[in-house]
């Protein structure tokens, strides 16, 4: 190499020494690290952080001998502004040729027992490096420690404050649930909000311990740190706080409405008893005074509903609303059923109440309409009218003779209502039809 080759690869790795030593220190620095050193460590973060120590403290020895044999460079390079032949020699074989020496961690301290052993024999006291091969060796070993450090310190990042936030909702959730009756070993609920206590708390010890152990490696990611937290038992935590925290929403809910849903619950029941008594009696009405009709059967009062009642009034007053709230819900349902099988009750037992109105209205129709038209006093008519009212106002009325008789006088009513043909009387005609 010429004086210009070797002072610009002394630039350069003059750079590299200030860009590798500014980097140790940032690693040095860096709070991922101090936490990892501070830290009581378990599983896959312990057995990384060892071989990571290991890995910084063989940094520094292999910067170390990266600075002294730059060093020494310079110094040779400094004898003479004009470097002899002998010098450049020298140079050349310090840049270029395997001229750092670095003494093997595995062979001193510790490891001078059966560990230090390897498998072709003894380790061997040093290795020899290329300036360039220990700065590939010190990148290689930097770009280790440092994805482990920041890895740990991104997981700690994120989930502990996560935890943290998401155990402050459960305390404000568990103080609710207590204050509505929900308490573990008396609603589902309160067992699993001890259960999701316990999840938190053990999954805060395991992440604080071994922060590695909930790490996501991005695929195809060789930049450090490449990846993201693993949260999916934290999700599925704050999943079941949230759907618990809905439930006990609607038990407060039910809290704070409990009295007007039950008045509203009685005034329905009350009446659905009410109809079912006007049922009754009129179906003992229609009984006397319709024949030959088939009257369904009307049931009792609701009485399995009034004891749910009288039993969610009773929650109620001991403040039981876990229990008050799916018992609200199901009366709310049957008593809007009850309210309409009375209502459907009523309707079949009065309709041949109906059908007689119906008749005796139709009836009377007719017969204001003949007597509009100057038909009032029409024998034929006056006789049929007779007939069909005394069936419709007797009783027991037989609906279907009397039907029958409404429709002879309309009939007849129709007859005398059209006009008559030339030489006959339509009362004529009439009595002879009769």
Not at 49 to 74: D, H, K, M, N, P
Request: aromatic content about 4%; some cysteine.
């Amino acid at each position: 190499m010429d004086r210009d080759e070797i002072d610009r690869a002394l630039a350069r790795l003059g750079a590299e020494h200030e860009a590798i030593e500014s980097s140790l220190l940032a690693l040095q620095d860096h709070a991922g690290r101090r936490l990892l050193e501070g830290a009581e460590l378990t599983g896959v973060t312990r057995d990384r952080w060892a071989a990571a120590e290991q890995s910084i403290a063989l940094l520094w020895g292999y910067f170390e001998a990266y600075s002294a044999a730059l060093t020494g460079i310079r110094e040779v390079r400094a004898r003479r502004r004009w470097s002899s032949r002998d010098d450049l020699a020298e140079l050349t074989e310090r840049l270029r040729g395997p001229s750092v020496t670095v003494a093997n961690p595995a062979s001193t301290g510790a490891a001078n027992g059966p560990a230090a052993l390897s498998v072709t024999g003894p380790a061997k006291l040093s290795e020899r490096f290329t300036l360039e091969g220990l700065v590939a060796r010190m990148n290689e070993l930097y770009a280790g420690s440092l994805d482990m450090v920041v890895t740990a310190d991104a997981v700690w990042s994120a989930l502990p404050a996560r935890i943290d936030l998401l155990s402050a909702e459960l305390q404000r959730t568990r103080s609710l649930a207590h204050s509505v009756g929900v308490r573990p070993g008396e609603h589902p609920s309160g067992d699993d909000l001890e259960s999701i206590t316990h999840e938190l708390t053990t999954l805060r010890a395991q992440v604080i311990s071994d922060p590695l152990a909930f790490w996501r490696s991005a695929m195809g990611s060789s930049a450090p740190g490449g990846g993201r937290p693993d949260t999916d038992r934290y999700d599925r935590a704050a999943r079941a706080l949230e759907d618990i925290r809905r439930e006990i929403e609607a038990v407060l809910g039910v809290r704070q409405d409990s009295e007007e849903r039950l008045i509203k619950l009685r005034s329905m029941l009350s009446r659905a008893d009410r109809t079912l008594s006007e049922a009754r009696a009129a179906r003992g009405e229609v009984l006397a005074k319709i024949a030959a009709t088939e009257v369904p059967a009307v049931s009792g009062p609701p009485t399995a509903l009034q004891e749910k009642l009288a039993t969610a009034a009773e929650y109620r007053r001991h403040s039981q609303w876990h229990r008050l709230s799916p018992l609200l819900e199901s009366l709310e349902r049957e008593a809007e059923d009850e309210l309409l099988r009375a209502r459907e009750s009523l309707t079949a037992v009065t309709a041949p109440l109906a059908v007689r109105a119906e008749l005796r209205g139709r009836l009377d129709a007719y017969r204001a309409k003949t007597a509009r038209h100057g038909l009032a006093e029409d024998p034929v008519l006056i006789e049929r009218y007779d007939a069909a009212r005394r069936m419709l106002w007797s009783a027991p009325c037989d609906l279907r003779v009397a039907e029958q008789a409404v429709l002879r006088y309309q009939r007849a009513a129709a007859e005398a209502l059209a006009p008559t043909e030339p030489g006959r009387t339509g009362s004529a005609d009439r009595r002879g039809d009769a």
